[in-house]
């Protein structure tokens, strides 16, 4: 895909950004209004796909547009022209096909730099998902909006292999009854969680802690935005991770890794991408 300068954009909460500013070298777009506190990169495509990075009020989002009508959380391969790769987690965003990134910090730096990202994986029913992005070759208006939410552009552990979603905190044998409820008994239709057309819960990610797991157990657990770190439930969260199990089906596959936790929040992301000439 060859990026074009298209119309309009809109991004979180009906807030209606334009970025129609010309761009004097191949960067990313870029907007800002200081009286909302907001600074937004984005390259979009033609036929309506889009990637869109949003400081607004020091919270950063990463949402991609253009994978086809998809209404559910995705678990995708990574890839970069310089032989870079990760796992990623996208959630839908609250329109069709917009979906939002559960680690946006170590997603947005991974778009750094130019030449194709690839995002390829399968949605629930095995059905093939691909997008390749062509990025601009210069991240210098990338790096304005993590910075301006006081993100570092680079971090030691996005080398590290990010822990699958596979991996759980919640031992899964703990959870098993061994008995039915009084209610099963009776009859009584049992709680079988949120639908996938739910609205997703997504951390936000200034709440964000990392830990590195070692011997199935996190350590090095850190806060990894310095607005947690100054706060005083900061130490509390650390300490409650430190330590524990990691329960997976095979925990020694994931040693080394990183493990990211945060808490959570329902939030609609984007309510819709337009484009236009």
Same mark, same amino acid.
């Given at each position: 895909?060859?990026?074009? !300068?298209?119309? @309009?954009?809109?991004?979180?909460?009906?807030?209606?950004? *334009?970025?129609?500013?010309?761009?004097?070298?191949?960067?990313?777009?870029?907007?800002?209004?200081? @009286?909302?506190?907001?600074?937004?990169?984005?390259? +979009?495509?033609?036929?309506?796909?889009?990637?869109?990075?949003?400081?607004?009020?020091?919270?950063?989002?990463?949402? !991609?547009?253009?994978?086809?009508? %998809?209404?559910?959380? !995705?678990?995708?391969?990574?890839?970069? #022209?310089?032989?870079? *790769?990760?796992?990623? %987690?996208?959630? $839908?965003?609250?329109? $069709?096909?917009?979906?939002?990134?559960?680690? $946006?910090?170590?997603?947005? /730096?991974?778009?750094?730099?130019?030449?194709?990202? *690839?995002?390829?994986?399968?949605?629930?029913?095995? @059905?093939?998902? /691909?997008?390749?992005?062509?990025?601009? =070759?210069?991240?210098?208006?990338?790096?304005? %909006? !993590? &910075?301006?939410?006081?993100?570092?552009?680079?971090?030691? +552990?996005?080398?590290?292999?990010?822990?699958?979603?596979?991996?759980?905190?919640?031992?899964?044998?703990?959870?098993?009854?061994?008995?039915?409820?009084?209610? *099963?008994? /009776?009859?009584?239709?049992?709680?079988?969680?949120?639908?996938?057309?739910?609205?997703?819960?997504?951390?936000?990610?200034?709440?964000?802690?990392?830990? %590195?797991?070692?011997?199935?157990?996190? &350590?090095?657990?850190?806060?990894?935005?310095? /607005?947690?770190?100054?706060?005083?439930?900061?130490?509390?969260?650390?300490?409650?991770?430190?330590? +524990?199990?990691?329960? #997976?089906?095979?925990?020694?596959?994931?040693?080394?890794?990183?493990?990211?936790?945060?808490? @959570?929040?329902?939030? =609609?992301?984007?309510?819709?991408?337009?484009?236009?000439?």
């Amino acid at each position: 895909m060859k990026p074009s !300068l298209l119309a @309009a954009i809109a991004v979180p909460l009906l807030l209606h950004a *334009s970025l129609s500013s010309a761009q004097d070298a191949d960067d990313w777009e870029f907007d800002q209004n200081p @009286a909302e506190g907001r600074m937004v990169a984005a390259v +979009r495509y033609e036929g309506g796909a889009a990637l869109v990075v949003q400081c607004r009020a020091g919270a950063l989002t990463a949402v !991609l547009a253009g994978l086809g009508q %998809v209404d559910e959380r !995705l678990v995708l391969s990574a890839a970069r #022209a310089d032989g870079r *790769s990760d796992m990623q %987690v996208w959630a $839908p965003s609250g329109g $069709p096909g917009i979906l939002r990134s559960e680690i $946006p910090a170590r997603d947005v /730096r991974f778009m750094r730099g130019g030449g194709i990202y *690839s995002l390829t994986g399968s949605d629930r029913a095995g @059905a093939r998902v /691909r997008a390749d992005f062509d990025l601009p =070759t210069q991240s210098a208006n990338l790096d304005r %909006v !993590l &910075s301006g939410c006081g993100w570092d552009t680079t971090d030691d +552990r996005d080398q590290l292999t990010r822990a699958g979603i596979d991996v759980s905190l919640a031992d899964p044998a703990a959870q098993r009854p061994s008995r039915l409820s009084a209610a *099963s008994r /009776r009859g009584a239709p049992r709680d079988r969680g949120p639908s996938p057309t739910d609205t997703p819960v997504v951390a936000p990610a200034e709440t964000q802690i990392s830990c %590195v797991v070692r011997e199935r157990r996190l &350590s090095d657990c850190r806060p990894d935005h310095a /607005r947690l770190a100054d706060t005083r439930a900061s130490d509390r969260i650390v300490e409650a991770l430190e330590g +524990r199990t990691i329960f #997976a089906p095979d925990p020694s596959a994931h040693e080394g890794q990183v493990y990211y936790a945060g808490g @959570a929040r329902t939030v =609609t992301v984007v309510d819709y991408i337009t484009v236009g000439r």
